[in-house]
């Protein structure tokens, strides 16, 4: 006794049996394309965070100091009527935006620390 099966079946099974390979192969790249994106934009988002932070204590640590030094130097000219009161209101207004421009680095560290936990510990855990 002995089966028989078709050449038509046995060459549709083949058929589906080579797409359902070629679609598992087509995830398996998408998977490694998504894994390989997340890899860049985290090391992107690492990057800023990196940039940021050294942004914030150049100001920090170095620019901010030194135009305070400046200003208490123009302050004491200024009562000695060597420079005029201009002047000193101008470096006053530097330093507030050196300040400002610290606290924004200060903001996007946070919230670029906050969007890397979101793609590391939340919804993409």
Known sequence: FSVNIPL?????????????????????????????????????????INSSIIKYRLLQENIIPLKNEIQKNMELYNSLDKIKPQETIKSLNEIISYELRSLDELNEYYALVSKARYFTQGKFK
Do not use: G, H, W
């Open 8 to 48: 038509s079946l046995y060459n549709r099974e083949n058929i589906k049996s080579v797409q359902a390979k070629i679609k598992a192969d087509e995830m398996n790249e998408k998977v490694v394309d998504i894994k390989q994106q997340f890899k860049i934009t985290l090391q992107t988002l690492q990057n800023s």
